[in-house]
């Protein structure tokens, strides 16, 4: 890996607009599980299937239902920004760094002090009542007893992006911009196996595209450099300069 880590540092210290396109595999060494690993919530067993209980038609049908996982799996507070999060918080101090595209809900590159990220799936830490709008943070969600519900009694609902609702425009829309516009895009920890999300990266056009994945993905073959490790192990290795 030496080779690759040095090659990447190279293109690090040559450039000052890199883009790093990222998923669940940059938050799974803070304790988060992904989706569709071995370990993954997909693999596990519930009364129903995750990709059932994360879509609109259930959380409507069966809020209660949605909740119960929603708490369990997806409201982590223990989770801390790993080596990839801070580092990337660090290249964008630097000026090398122009945006953090992620796919996450977990709030982790803020906490790591990264400012422009564009969540493309949006935030478990944002939650709305469906009546009035009024906004409800992450401990309220998290202590709250059956259904979320807001003083007005409408069912909180948390701003994430659930199967069967459509993408932010105005965050595709600055997604799109950052990629079209990057000399150096960095996908790092994704299958890119989600769409639309995954498809933001055709808007690249420029010089080098890096993979950091361990598993391999559609854009292994595009890649410059490719580099089949953990993330945070990668990024642990770049000296920003």
Do not use: W
């Amino acid at each position: 890996m030496e080779k690759e880590i040095a090659r990447l540092q190279e293109l690090i210290d040559q450039y000052d607009n890199i883009v790093f396109f990222g998923g669940a595999g940059v938050s799974t060494e803070s304790g988060i599980p992904d989706f569709r690993s071995q370990d993954g919530l997909y693999n596990q067993k519930y009364d129903y299937p995750p990709e059932t209980i994360l879509s609109h038609t259930f959380f409507m049908r069966h809020p209660d239902e949605f909740y119960k996982f929603y708490q369990d799996k997806m409201l982590c507070d223990t989770a801390k920004p790993n080596a990839a999060h801070l580092k990337l918080a660090e290249l964008e101090q630097a000026g090398k760094l122009k945006a953090v595209i992620t796919q996450n809900i977990d709030n982790l590159h803020q906490m790591a002090g990264s400012k422009n990220v564009l969540e493309l799936h949006g935030s478990v830490y944002r939650n709305y009542c469906m009546k009035c709008g009024r906004f409800h943070d992450f401990h309220y969600m998290k202590n709250a007893k059956g259904v979320p519900r807001c003083e007005c009694g409408g069912i909180i609902k948390p701003d994430v992006v659930l199967y069967e609702e459509g993408l932010d425009n105005d965050t595709i829309n600055a997604s799109v911009r950052a990629i079209a516009n990057a000399q150096v895009l960095i996908i790092g920890g994704t299958s890119l196996a989600v769409y639309p999300a995954a498809g933001l990266i055709d808007y690249f056009r420029g010089d080098h595209l890096v993979v950091i994945n361990k598993s391999s993905t559609p854009r292994d073959g595009y890649a410059d450099l490719l580099i089949k490790e953990p993330i945070g192990k990668v990024f642990s290795q770049i000296i920003v300069r």
